[in-house]
């Protein structure tokens, strides 16, 4: 059962939060409920942290609390003036295991009355038009279905932790992981390649550019990815030519998009979890109108046998949703080392 601590101010019930790099690190079985001032606030990707002063036990002391996205908490009306240095917040929070003065955020409210809780998703975050529009194309902009998504414990990490069945070598390389070191890919703002960005679609926009025979283009918001799908028949490269999201291919089969990705680089952790992936990895993509075209079925099938002891696949519901603004990611390097271990 959880159990939550007070500091100055008063016993307050829990709700789920949702990580979005990881859990590693957070005791996320207890809060910590207290008030303070604001001293700054940095309204970056990929994290938005407040630094507040509260006392405890008589001392001052400087937390460094861990937000959602600057995207999420702009669909929530929030920009970089929503709290000011001065400004009284109360807070209830996830803190680090190790005992620093480092958490992340369950709840902030502002002293006036302004509250944001945690898990922000697109569903959320989202105002949808009284007639969803149509489209006749996979070309657009596109969000989730959070309706119809498993919820699992701890956001993206949580989703692979569920899916993936590791090999030996995964495990090994899973154990030996320390996901609050440089060795975290997100210290570098390093993104994490497809299908990380069909997976953290319950958080950000993806977009398809279509122009007539030419590639297609597949952007995300998350880490501002973009990849080229070649659409002209040419076969995948030699293995030893390798790209941070891959190289892809695609073709259609009637109404269905099929993307063929390979030749990846290799990346510590492209599911969050400390798993790596490696020269064989293999994503094979499908896009398909469906609902008389106000939505878009995904499916992904994961192969890495390095890693990864049998196929993954995953599927989900996209809508249509040109009124939606497509944020660039900008990932600040300085917000995104926050995390890690001094």
Known sequence: MKHVNTIAIMLVLTTAVSAHHSDAGLDVDSILAFEGTVIEFGFRNPHVYVDMETTQSGEPITWSLQMGTANGLRRRGWTNETLTPGDKVF?????????????VVETIQKQGGLTLAGGVTLQNASNDPEIPPQTDSIAGVWRVDATKLV?????????????LKLTEQGSAAQVRYDPL????PEST???????????????YLLEIQIEGDGPIIVRSEYFDE?????????????????????????????NILIIDT????DHRSPYQIGVPSGIR?????RYQLISNGTRMLVEFTLDDPDYIAEPMTHQRELIYSPQEQFFPFNC???ASRRFVRP
Not at 181 to 184: A, H, K, L, Q
Not at 281 to 285: A, C, P, R, T, Y
């Open 189 to 203: 703002c390093l993104g994490r390649p497809t299908p990380g960005a069909i997976v953290s679609t319950t958080f």
């Open 181 to 184: 070191s440089d060795e975290n």
């Open 91 to 103: 807070v209830r929070v996830h803190p680090a295991l190790d005992g620093r003065p480092y958490a």
């Open 281 to 285: 990895k293999h994503v094979i993509e």
């Open 226 to 254: 973009e990849r080229t799908i070649h659409m002209d028949g040419r076969p995948h490269p030699p293995a030893t030519e390798r790209f941070p999201t891959g190289h892809s291919v695609g073709r259609w089969e009637e």
């Open 262 to 265: 390979t030749n990846f680089t």
């Open 332 to 334: 600040d390097l300085d």
């Open 151 to 163: 919820a699992y414990p701890g956001g993206f990490d949580g989703f692979f932790h569920a899916n």
